[in-house]
């Protein structure tokens, strides 16, 4: 039996362990917005915003960040990251892995050094002025947002006042409001009922011009028929008077004409209607028949 049990033995063989393997997780396909590298500030902070939300919502890892954000660059971006690459690999410097890194490289190359102080100087003179409501408050938000100030509401909702224009300020102030948002809409409908006052007033205001008009219109007409009515009798006038020279003009010469046959004036020989002809023997004068 021991015989037996030992020969079984040797020939048995004990079954491979099963080791469990974790399923490699499927990341989802990402893409991001282009960048070009153009000098504008807001453009790149907007890019920037909306890489980082898209990171977000779709748990890009630290390592897949800096390569699928290289990869959106496009033009003078593109060639600005490959001579960063160069250049850190001819002075043995550690690659860029992470996104922090990268993000700060390219503020550096985008963001002057002076920005947030200019923004903290828009900020401090933004008055609503040709705004709306609602484009005034955006605009202060995203101020706020740049420079990275967190204030208490209280102070932001003085801040709004303050800028907002002396037409709405004026009505909202005797007010009540809880917060920044129940001020906001209390201004937007101040903004309206003004805007629909400045409408009735401007339709009273043409309406008025058009009957205005019209009756000007009237006595512009009148006083037009009048001064041609004038024109044409001091037309008939001159006319009249240069009749009047012409026929003055041509008796005038009619008279300077004298007959040599009759020694009368007024007319020619061919032309005399008296038969006597005139003759001169010395100092007397003669008529005689034709």
Same mark, same amino acid.
């Given at each position: ?10 020939? #048995? ?146 801040? #709004? ?98 007959? #040599? ?30």
């Amino acid at each position: 039996m021991h015989d037996d049990s030992l020969a079984l033995g040797d020939h #048995f063989q004990q079954p491979p362990r099963r080791t469990h393997r974790t399923p490699k997780v499927k990341e989802s396909r990402v893409d991001l917005p282009y960048f070009h590298g153009k000098d504008d500030v807001e453009g790149y902070l907007d890019w920037e915003t909306k890489v980082e939300q898209i990171f977000t919502c779709h748990q890009v890892s630290e390592e897949r960040k800096v390569s699928l954000a290289t990869l959106s660059f496009q033009g003078h971006a593109m060639y600005w990251w490959t001579s960063l690459v160069r250049d850190r690999r001819l002075h043995n410097d550690p690659p860029i892995q992470y996104w922090n890194e990268l993000r700060s490289a390219l503020r550096r190359r985008h963001i002057s050094s002076y920005y947030t102080r200019e923004l903290i100087n828009k900020l401090q003179r933004l008055h609503q002025k040709n705004m709306t409501v609602e484009e005034y408050r955006q605009t202060m938000e995203l101020y706020l947002m740049r420079v990275g100030i967190r204030e208490e509401e209280d102070i932001t909702i003085a801040r #709004f006042l303050s800028g907002l224009t002396f037409e709405i300020r004026d009505k909202v102030e005797l007010l009540p409001y809880k917060d920044l948002n129940d001020l906001v809409q209390l201004c937007i409908k101040v903004e309206q009922q003004n805007l629909r006052k400045n409408f009735k007033t401007s339709s009273y205001s043409s309406s008025y011009s058009k009957k205005d008009y019209k009756s000007k219109g009237k006595t512009f007409e009148k006083k037009n028929i009048f001064d041609s009515s004038k024109n044409l009798d001091k037309g008939k006038e001159k006319e009249k008077e240069k009749e009047k020279k012409n026929t003055s003009h041509t008796s005038t010469k009619s008279s300077e004409i004298k007959c #040599f046959k009759c020694l009368g004036r007024g007319h020619i020989a061919s032309q005399c209607p008296n038969k006597k002809v005139m003759i001169l023997r010395g100092q007397d004068i003669y008529s005689s028949q034709d």
